[in-house]
């Protein structure tokens, strides 16, 4: 890891140390996300990794090299974050932030808009208050604006979308998201982006709750729990002698995996109900028992959803690309148990239309992503009802 190294001070006797979360927040005030913030930050201690000593000049200059694609407006509220194209948002809690084309971006192609569509209501936005000249606004404000623009340039259906997404997020009333699937349809992948689409912060993998289990239990008393879903039938009683297991003897192998997964996860739920907080719940092991159990609390908005790959040659794409990103991942041992886990989606996929759960395709990231945010503004509508004057006045 590279050295932390200091930076001369206009007086050339202060030192500072150089902090990546420091100049990360200084560009996002600067209107960048934090991702793009981070990564910009990172790049510049790479930069200087093993430089004991640096100037603000080569520091600014550093930073400024590394947001030129972000355009010239980025640069100049970095160099000057008083500049009048800064516009600070004020929300309810009287906390500011500054106004992020991205993240109002964002926000806009969450509720199901295009990212053309939603990029160019953003910028009209933006021009807008650039001409007003204002420096600070509240985010109810913003967001009657932002409506009432969406709804007289696109439609009164994209507005309606948008009106459920901006009041959920002002309500902050629980939502469970299940997201479950074979192993290889993208689950992990597809709950961190919509968590930083909707701001949840919490997202649970059942993976990770099985590992603890082992932890906890040794394989002499629960063989099942040491197993995968796709080749638990190998730990029941009476093990098959034959070649190729059973549709039955497979399944109830799986059935048995995931009932070990019930109570813990049944637990995570409770414990982010009691502390109004939504969740992520994704892994092989969301399956109708775990599902029905959650939909019984009135409290909260559950959304299940089911991941599919229809394609069996694009599922072992998956599993091999999972080989070469991340040897730990055991590619082989998935493509080994390939007819496995393609008979475990079917019997998923068929218990999730007899549920009437969502099946989602996921034919690549941006589309699934749009598709299962559209899934939960559907959920969402027919919970959270408001007008426009109630969300924003």
């Known amino acids: ?166 009041n959920y997020l002002r309500m902050r009333q629980p939502l469970v998201l299940l997201i479950g699937g074979a192993p290889g349809t993208g689950k992990s992948a597809v709950a961190t982006e919509i968590a930083q689409r909707l701001e949840i912060v919490r997202i649970q993998s059942t993976d990770l709750l099985r590992e603890v289990m082992r932890a906890m239990i040794p394989e002499r008393l629960l063989p099942v729990l040491h197993r995968s879903s796709y ?19 497979l399944i109830d192998g799986y059935k048995a995996h995931a009932e070990l997964l019930t109570v813990p996860c049944e637990a995570v739920v409770a414990r982010s109900l009691r502390e109004s907080t939504s969740l992520i719940l994704e892994g092989v092991h969301v399956q109708p028992r775990l599902v029905n159990s959650i939909l019984q609390d009135a409290n909260v908005i559950v959304v299940p959803i089911m991941l599919a790959i229809l394609n069996p040659e694009h599922l072992r794409e998956r599993f091999r690309g999972r080989g070469e990103r991340c040897a730990d991942r055991r590619a082989e041992r998935y493509l080994r148990y390939f007819d496995s886990i393609w008979r475990i989606q079917t019997h998923l996929l068929s218990e999730a239309d007899r549920g009437r759960t969502s099946i989602i395709v996921n034919y690549n990231r941006e589309q699934v992503v749009h598709d299962v945010l559209a899934t939960i503004i559907q959920a969402l509508s027919e919970r959270l009802t408001a007008k426009p004057i109630e969300v924003f006045d």
């Open 1 to 166: 890891m590279a050295k932390t190294f200091v930076v001369d001070q206009e007086d050339g006797q202060t030192q500072i140390p150089f902090l990546r979360g420091i100049l990360t927040r200084s560009l996002q005030r600067a209107g960048l996300s934090f991702e793009d913030a981070y990564t910009v930050a990172d790049s510049v201690r790479a930069q200087f990794g093993g430089t004991p000593e640096i100037t603000r000049a080569q520091l600014r200059d550093a930073v400024l090299d590394h947001i030129s694609s972000f355009g010239p407006a980025v640069a100049r509220r970095y160099q000057h974050p008083a500049s009048p194209d800064t516009i600070l948002i004020r929300d309810a809690y009287g906390q500011t932030r500054l106004f992020s084309r991205e993240r109002h971006r964002l926000v806009l192609e969450s509720s199901g808009m295009s990212y053309e569509s939603s990029s160019k209501v953003t910028a009209a936005i933006f021009q807008h208050l650039m001409r007003k000249s204002l420096q600070e606004i509240s985010s109810r404000w913003l967001g009657h604006l932002t409506y009432r623009y969406v709804r007289m340039s696109l439609d009164a259906e994209a507005a309606r979308r948008y009106l459920v997404l901006v």
């Open 231 to 249: 080749n638990a039938w190998e730990a029941l009683p009476t093990k098959s002698s034959a070649e190729k297991v059973s549709d039955v003897r």
